[in-house]
């Protein structure tokens, strides 16, 4: 791993400074937002915006790198980015944030598929797994410190939007003046809805309502904290261990997967999850407890992604994957346009802590839906399973494709050390 960040730190550093921008802007919006009076279900539609345009972004951005090259694309919507971010403090108004949050969610779709191209393409057979884990780990710590970040200064003001538009501009700067040449761009077509589903219904409706999940993870949890009348430190700690909790659990969660049944691990943790957040709904008044809640939800929902992937993958041929893996992106991005909409209203409606209840019952019905699965047909044979994989669920296709030649690789070197332990014996 030390050779992967030696050989392509200028870009590890750009992504980090990407995430440090836009983990920053996501949770100084919400409470913005509550300070300029915006309610719950108001700020519901803002947050939406990001979802709304990363989703048409990942569709769009392909056909603009083959067009005009990824170095053009990448300085432009990186400016306009840098931009939108100062105009949330000029301009606060509902529809023109609906709108900057459009445009920032479609920029950065677009900077991440130009950032994850280069990282693909400075990856070797050699190093793909670390470099896949090394993005992960640089996306988490990115995110993380930007919490830190909102505490140096006072939201209600300009300077914090100021800093986060610096932060993206100078990430330019190592991405671009790295020395290595602009890689060649293949986007793989996304397998059809309906062969996805007939793969795995399993996976394709947890994905689906995991990324309802994750759109209020990403864009409510500030909002939450704020209208539980939480100070701004607590809320950047709140958010914090939702990251923390992903990092940490990923990998773990990732080995348990490769040597059980995959689906009954989703099953266990989608009930441990719906049983924390509807428990842990009623002492959301101690700072402990809700840091603790934060933590679950962070550990369970950031590697049941990578487990939702690897469960289809188990009944997919190599060829079939990175197509699969495009088809889940989409998948999951409609789940995330539609979450912050209901967390939103239940919020207005309900009070701050439905935001747990919303958690509780996305997670309940994701594990009620594997139980019936799992009725339906057997599970592959722990031997035949592809491996685990990890990635976000703010990755591109092309992470996705990275991750998915990762998987079939740990998959080979387990077969060949399979096939030398029996020939030993």
Not at 370 to 385: F, G
């Amino acid at each position: 791993m030390l050779l992967v960040l030696r050989n392509s730190w200028p870009l590890f550093l750009g992504v980090m400074l990407l995430m440090l921008g836009n983990g920053l802007q996501g949770t100084l919006l919400g409470i913005r937002g509550s300070i300029e009076g915006f309610s719950p279900n108001t700020m519901a539609w803002v947050m939406s915006g990001y979802f709304v345009g990363f989703l048409g972004g990942s569709r769009m951005a392909p056909e603009m790198i083959r067009r005009v090259g990824h170095v053009r694309v990448f300085a432009a919507l990186a400016s306009f980015v840098s931009a939108c971010l100062l105009l949330y403090a000029a301009i606060p108004n509902v529809v023109a944030w609906f709108l900057l949050r459009v445009m920032i969610g479609f920029c950065f779709s677009g900077v991440y598929v130009v950032a994850e191209s280069w990282l693909n393409d400075s990856a070797t057979n050699e190093t793909r797994g670390q470099t896949l884990s090394l993005y992960l780990i640089v996306q988490m710590i990115g995110i993380v410190t930007a919490q830190g970040v909102l505490n140096f200064a006072d939201p209600s003001g300009y300077t914090l939007f100021i800093i986060s538009s610096v932060l993206v501009s100078i990430s330019f700067a190592p991405i671009l003046l790295s020395i290595s040449p602009a890689p060649m761009f293949q986007a793989t077509k996304p397998m059809s809805f309906k062969k996805l589903y007939t793969s795995s219904p399993t996976a394709v409706v947890g994905t689906f309502f995991l990324g309802a999940i994750f759109a209020a993870l990403f864009g409510m949890a500030s909002v939450f904290g704020t209208e539980k009348g939480l100070d701004v430190k607590t809320i950047t700690i709140f958010v914090a261990s939702i990251y923390i909790g992903g990092m940490l659990l990923q990998y773990p969660i990732g080995w348990i997967s490769d040597h059980m049944d995959r689906r009954k691990l989703i099953i266990m943790l989608t009930i441990f999850a719906t049983v924390s957040m509807f428990g842990g709904k009623l002492f959301t008044d101690n700072i402990y407890a809700l840091l603790i809640l934060g933590f679950i939800i962070g550990g369970v929902a950031n590697p049941l992604y990578s487990l939702y992937i690897a469960y289809m993958n188990d009944y997919l041929d190599h060829d079939d994957m990175a197509a699969a893996s495009g088809g889940l992106i989409f998948i999951n991005g409609l789940g995330a346009v539609g979450g912050p909409f209901l967390v939103g209203w239940m919020m207005t409606e309900f009070g701050a802590d439905s935001f747990f209840v919303y958690l509780g019952a996305l997670f309940g019905v994701s594990a009620l839906w594997a139980l019936v699965r799992s009725t339906r047909r057997e599970a592959p044979n722990v031997e035949d399973t592809a491996s685990y994989a990890p990635i976000t669920m703010s990755a591109t296709a092309v992470a996705m494709e990275l991750a998915t030649e990762v998987a079939i690789d740990m998959a080979e070197d387990a077969e060949t050390e399979a096939e030398s332990d029996n020939s030993k014996a």
